[in-house]
């Protein structure tokens, strides 16, 4: 199953009613419904360009009823919102500047940081995020931003004035960072019921009900999961906040936390072409005061690891795999973990990170045994069984600061799995052993065969199902990680999500390939615009504390 991503554009442009900078994208609508006044949207006049309402005077511009656009993989989601009522002085923009409406009664002070370029084009194009305020008014500073100082858009008061439903469904394909294309689309049914984009757990519902199968065998999870995800998006443009507090709302946060990143900076096993068996080598700056530092000494021991395995091996053995990390051509697991080593003692930071491994031992399970060696022919002598590679772990942990193991058996190994976890007090992290799938979460549970949860949110095909399993993973004492996927795109939706869930820890690859840093750099954006009120999990990233 492959990962995917989304494209969505907003399109800033002047209302000549009020001169102000409000979004509208490409008039078209497409609706069920034969007849307009039925369906409900605004008419459109092209000679005009802009989107037009029969409550006001028939060659009156409303550009306050047009539609955001979220285009994603699977799916654009058009939805129509209503004006908002000047009082409450909805935020333009969230990220970058923002400009409360006119008539707002804000006076934040700018300061010599918050000046933001002028926007002096009529209409200013963005993607995903920008700077763009109203014609007359200062910029102020995003950090600025805070429930404080704004009257916050997604208030009651305000969510009651603005009514946004799905007008229009698109898919498109696209392709991951292995070159795969992706999928479907899914519009009819969801166009007639005219859901609120803030309905979230609604529309889930409603697009698992018309797939009808247990394993969304009929639309495909990455179809469903398409238009779960715009609709997110969406919820959080209606709302007016940024896309991660919407999904701590969603989820029953009143706090969020940025996570610790698990870096993956030495690949192995199916996900690369050396020798080595084990998939993963990760490094966890657990000790950085807070995100943008945790980046920082990820990134210097990157280079440093990649300066330790060029001097050891040579420069053809700095090629990365598909996460960006290393993949040097050497066999042996604890080799791998020796770099490590020297590349955090050489870069300084021995006081602040600890090692993570995904082992991946699915891969090399062979008839009941465990092939350390299986890129090579078969060689039934060299198989181990589970015992003997649980007690090769426990080296590891006794010699290196090993402090998370992801699938160290196959996932249908549930003895060795739960003898393993129970025996040591380190992170036990199930991902292929529970497929984000809250039946094989609850047995794990059960048999106390992990601690922790691999939340991959297209292995579960929608938002809501995420959240789902999150908080049963955490409600049972477990600890959640956010992951990506090896075959990956630009899109940064689960960096919203870990702060949103406050899961505490996220793993997206190495501080390498454009991809992975997407996240990474979309988490130091968030952990900007929270400015002072931004909690970093640090060393409490297997459970955060929370208010």
Avoid at 33 to 49: H, R
Avoid at 308 to 318: E, F, L
Wanted: proline fraction near 5%; charge should be negative; glycine fraction near 8%.
């Amino acid at each position: 199953m492959m990962w995917f991503g989304f494209e969505y554009k907003v399109t800033k442009k002047t209302c000549p009613v009020c001169k102000q900078r409000v979004t509208r994208t490409n008039p078209e609508y497409s609706d069920s419904s034969d007849s307009e006044e039925e369906a409900g949207p605004p008419t459109v006049n092209e000679e005009e360009g802009g989107v037009f309402s029969e409550e006001h005077s028939e060659r009156t511009p409303l550009l306050h009823p047009s539609p955001l656009s979220y285009e994603a993989t699977v799916a654009t989601v058009t939805i129509a919102a209503q004006c908002l009522p000047q009082r409450d002085s909805p935020l333009l923009e969230y990220d970058g500047y923002y400009s409360p409406m006119e008539g707002s009664e804000e006076d934040t002070e700018e300061t010599e940081d918050d000046a933001g370029e002028d926007v002096d084009d009529d209409t200013a194009q963005l993607i995903g995020r920008g700077a763009v305020r109203p014609e007359g008014q200062e910029a102020h500073s995003a950090r600025a931003f805070t429930p404080e100082t704004h009257t916050l858009p997604h208030t009651p008061s305000v969510l009651s004035a603005a009514k946004m439903s799905i007008v229009k469904i698109h898919a498109r394909e696209i392709l991951d960072s292995r070159g795969n294309p992706t999928v479907e689309d899914i519009a009819p049914k969801l166009l007639q019921q005219k859901l609120s984009v803030v309905d979230q757990e609604k529309i889930d519902k409603l697009m698992l009900e018309l797939d009808g199968t247990e394993n969304k065998s009929k639309f495909g999870a990455n179809a469903i999961l398409g238009v779960s995800l715009a609709v997110c998006k969406a919820g959080a443009a209606e709302k007016g906040v940024p896309l991660f507090r919407h999904i701590a709302d969603l989820a029953g946060h009143a706090d969020v936390i940025l996570p610790v990143p698990a870096f993956n900076v030495i690949n192995g096993g199916s996900h690369a072409g050396n020798k080595l068996a084990m998939q993963e080598f990760m490094i966890l700056p657990v000790g950085a005061a807070n995100f943008r530092e945790a980046m920082r000494i990820g990134a210097e021991v990157y280079h440093n690891l990649k300066s330790v395995i060029k001097s050891k091996y040579g420069k053809d053995a700095t090629n990365v795999g598909d996460e960006g990390g290393f993949a040097p051509n050497i066999l042996e697991n604890n080799e791998a973990l020796e770099l490590l080593k020297s590349a955090i003692e050489k870069a300084g930071y021995s006081d602040k990170i600890i090692i993570g491994m995904d082992v991946a031992a699915s891969e090399f399970f062979r008839n009941g045994k465990y092939d350390l060696d299986f890129k090579s022919p078969d060689d039934p002598k060299r198989h181990i069984t589970g015992e003997q590679l649980g007690d090769l772990y426990k080296s590891f942990i006794k010699n290196y600061p090993v402090q998370s193991i992801e699938d160290p058996f196959d996932q249908d190994d549930w003895e060795n799995w739960t003898k393993f976890t129970s025996s040591v007090d380190i992170q036990i992290v199930g991902d292929d052993l529970t497929v984000t799938n809250p039946k094989r979460i609850q047995q794990a549970v059960e048999k106390k065969a992990c601690n922790c949860l691999l939340l991959k949110v297209n292995q579960i095909g929608s938002v809501t199902e995420s959240i789902q399993a999150c908080k049963l993973a955490q409600k049972n004492g477990w600890g959640v990680m956010v992951s990506h996927r090896s075959g990956e795109t630009e899109d940064t939706f689960i960096a919203d999500l870990v702060v949103g869930l406050c899961t505490g820890q996220i793993k997206t690859g190495a501080p390498c390939r454009s991809e992975r840093l997407a996240k990474y750099n979309q988490l130091m954006r968030i952990e900007e615009q929270l400015g002072d009120k931004a909690k970093f999990a640090g060393k409490d990233f297997r459970h955060p504390k929370l208010n």
